[in-house]
Nanobody, 127 residues
Framework: QVQLVESGGGLVQAGGSLRLSCAAS????????IGWFRQAPGKERDFVAA????????YYAHSVKGRVTIARDNAKNTVYLQMNSLKPEDTAVYYC????????????????????WGQGTQVTVSS
C-alpha cells in the first residue's frame, strides 16, 4: 500500500488561492489514479478532481471546474491541487487518495475505487 501525506491547507479569504500537495511513499504512481476528495462537517466525502498517472487525463467535479487544477510531478511522486477563486462552500477537509483500479474501470469519482488515503488537510475559506 502507498502512504499519502497531504499538505498546504489553511485559512484563506474568499477569492483567494491555495495549493494542496499530496506526496507519496511506498510505491511510485506509475499505474495509479490520484484523486482529491473533500468532506465538510456532517456531509459525505465528495469527489473534487483526479488524474490518471498513466495517461495524464484529468477529471473535475462540476462544482470546481474552472477554479481547480490537478497536476502531477513525476520526479517528486507528488500530485498538486491548485485552487483559485475559493468560496466559503469550499471549506472542508481535503483528502488525496490513490487507486490502482480507476483506469481499468474508468471510474475516478467513487471513493470506494480508491485503496489508499491520506490523513487530510483542512481548508477554511472565510467570507
Amino acid at each position: 500500500q502507498v502512504q499519502l501525506v497531504e499538505s498546504g491547507g489553511g485559512l484563506v479569504q474568499a477569492g483567494g488561492s491555495l495549493r494542496l500537495s499530496c506526496a507519496a511513499s511506498g510505491r511510485t504512481f506509475s499505474r495509479d489514479a490520484i484523486g482529491w476528495f473533500r468532506q465538510a462537517p456532517g456531509k459525505e466525502r465528495d469527489f473534487v478532481a483526479a488524474i490518471s498517472w498513466r495517461s495524464g487525463n484529468t477529471y473535475y467535479a462540476h462544482s470546481v471546474k474552472g477554479r481547480v487544477t490537478i497536476a502531477r510531478d513525476n520526479a517528486k511522486n507528488t500530485v498538486y491541487l491548485q485552487m483559485n477563486s475559493l468560496k466559503p462552500e469550499d471549506t472542508a477537509v481535503y483528502y488525496c487518495a490513490a487507486s490502482l483500479l480507476s483506469d481499468y474501470y474508468s471510474d475516478y469519482v467513487s471513493p470506494s475505487i480508491y485503496d489508499s488515503w491520506g490523513q487530510g488537510t483542512q481548508v477554511t475559506v472565510s467570507s
